[in-house]
């Protein structure tokens, strides 16, 4: 079972390995006919019914598989409005294969007329709300008429999602869905056939550009809403810190937070303007820290980062497992913060993310090649209960159940700092989604930043390097058809 926004996750990292949506469109038009065959004979007048989107799409390939049969070919609306390119191109070779076609703009003007057999594909996953004209009236043609009905993905207004439909909606006898079920056929009366489409399950499997989807997904958010960072860390260290909360920034989150000792203060506020330093006593985070650090990180339902910088000084390793067990927000936890995870009994979300040797310390595998040994990482993270987000050069990430793969990233990643970048990507990512969700899409930014700036910078590449190619990362991709 998949939804129809995983479905888009999926359909976008397939076109990223090669596999194009025009190319998973020929297979769902291959399908739609099969199944229209297996319904049909000789002779049987067809009718295929287009909307304008992709699965009016659909249709018009299946009508080139089609072509014995007494075809009638009907788009709803002007081919001038057909909304997507591929839609377009394969309208056009119907046009030039001479395949005769109709287009119909009031309802009122059209005649179902007796067909054996209706393709139903005017929305799909695309629809919003209920049924709008003409196909509100077309859909109640197709239920009034004594033909087969089969419905390409999703019966046209019904939402695949719940399986609800807001209006007028088409009755099916048969859907042929793609991929995988969906969520709201659990209770239908119609036959859902499920069609490979030749969608890879690398496009399942690794992550893509289409698990950032969802991020330009929620448009109209007010300040507040991309939420705020809290990075707890420096001491010995000053930059780690200070490339955490600018990589949160980059990566969205609408105000960066960093506490840091007294004595690092001057230095990490002098990386950045942007960042709002919050001082506390001494050179080095101690217990005595904690409760203000809680109060403060939970008053603002802050995201938290412990541990870029934060050094190994006992009261620090104190400090750090003293937070953990009193803070119940989400936290990601990081380098010199990761030791205590073990130990600690904690009502906190957390994402950990370790490099190999620090899974190592959790009880994780010691070996080179995490993606081989994900099974042993997905069981750390099932006994710890915490999302594990395991880096190398092909990171792995789980929650225990689910495990996916990120291949994103150049060699020139080993450099010190990338994984404070990724620390504070996760936390903005954290901010606004799932934790394993969050986990998958923080190393595919950070990865593809640094793919996007390879050829300048080669294996000379910085992790503050990183920061300005973050927002194309998250915001650049704009082949959403
Ligand atoms: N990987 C896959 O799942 C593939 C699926 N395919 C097919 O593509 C559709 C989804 O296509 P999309 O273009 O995103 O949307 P639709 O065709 O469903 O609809 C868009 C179209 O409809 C208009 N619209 C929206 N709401 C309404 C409404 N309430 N009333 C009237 N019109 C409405 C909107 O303006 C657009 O013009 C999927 O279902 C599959 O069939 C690909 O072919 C292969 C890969
Ligand atoms: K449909």
């Known amino acids: 079972m998949i939804t129809t926004d995983r479905m888009a996750m999926v359909d976008r990292n397939a076109a990223a390995l090669g596999v194009p949506r025009k190319q998973l469109m020929e297979s769902s038009g291959n399908a739609v006919a099969r199944a229209v065959r297996e319904r049909a004979e000789e002779g049987d007048r067809v009718t295929l019914v287009c909307g304008r989107g992709n699965n009016g799409g659909d249709a018009m390939v299946a009508a080139r598989f089609l072509e014995g049969f007494d075809l009638r070919v009907v788009l709803l609306g002007r081919p001038e409005t057909i909304s997507t390119q591929i839609t377009r191109e394969n309208w056009a070779a119907l046009g030039a294969a001479e395949v005769p076609t109709e287009t119909v703009t009031d309802s009122r003007s059209f005649d179902l007329d007796d067909p054996d057999v209706v393709v139903d594909a005017m929305l799909g996953t695309g629809v919003t709300g209920a049924l709008r004209e003409p196909e509100a009236t077309v859909a109640e043609a197709l239920n009034a008429a004594d033909a087969t009905v089969v419905a390409v993905d999703v019966p046209s207004g019904v939402d695949a999602d719940t399986g609800a439909a807001e209006g007028a909606a088409v009755d099916a006898d048969a859907v042929v869905t793609f991929h995988d079920t969906k969520p ?53 260290y000053t930059g780690a810190p200070a490339l955490a909360s600018q990589a949160a920034l980059r990566a969205g989150v609408d105000l960066s937070f960093v506490a840091v000792p007294e004595s690092v203060k001057t230095p990490i506020q002098s990386y950045a303007e942007d960042l709002i330093v919050q001082p506390y006593e001494g050179d080095h985070l101690a217990p005595d820290h904690v409760d203000d650090l809680v109060d403060t990180a939970e008053s603002h339902d802050d995201v938290v980062v412990i541990g870029p910088g934060l050094g190994s000084h006992d009261e620090t390793v104190e400090a750090a497992e003293r937070f953990l067990s ?17 130990e600690v009994d904690t009502d906190a979300t957390l994402v950990l993310t370790p490099n190999r040797k620090e899974l190592v310390e959790l009880g994780g595998p010691d070996v080179d090649d995490l993606r081989a040994n994900q099974a042993a990482i ?22 225990g159940e689910r495990t996916r793969v990120c291949r994103a990233g150049t060699p020139g990643m080993t450099v010190g700092g990338t994984g404070d970048t990724l620390a504070g990507i996760t936390a903005a990512m954290l901010a606004t989604h799932d934790p394993f969700e969050a986990a998958c899409m923080a190393p595919q930014i950070n990865g593809s930043a640094a793919e996007a700036i390879a050829g300048e910078v080669g294996d000379g590449l910085l992790a503050s390097d990183l920061l300005d190619a973050i927002p194309r990362a998250v915001w650049g991709d704009e082949s959403d058809e």
């Open 378 to 399: 997905a069981d750390l993270s099932a006994e710890l209960g915490h999302v594990v987000l395991a880096k190398a050069k092909d990171d792995v990430i789980t929650d």
């Open 184 to 236: 709201g056929f659990d209770d239908f009366d119609a036959e859902v056939v499920v069609e490979d489409i030749g969608i890879p399950d690398a496009a399942e499997t690794f992550t893509g550009p289409g698990d950032l989807l969802s991020i330009r997904r929620s448009p109209g958010a007010t300040k507040g809403d991309a939420g705020r960072a809290f990075v707890i860390g420096g001491g010995p």
């Open 326 to 342: 009193e803070f119940e927000g989400r936290a990601v936890v990081d380098a010199d913060a990761l030791p205590v995870i073990p």
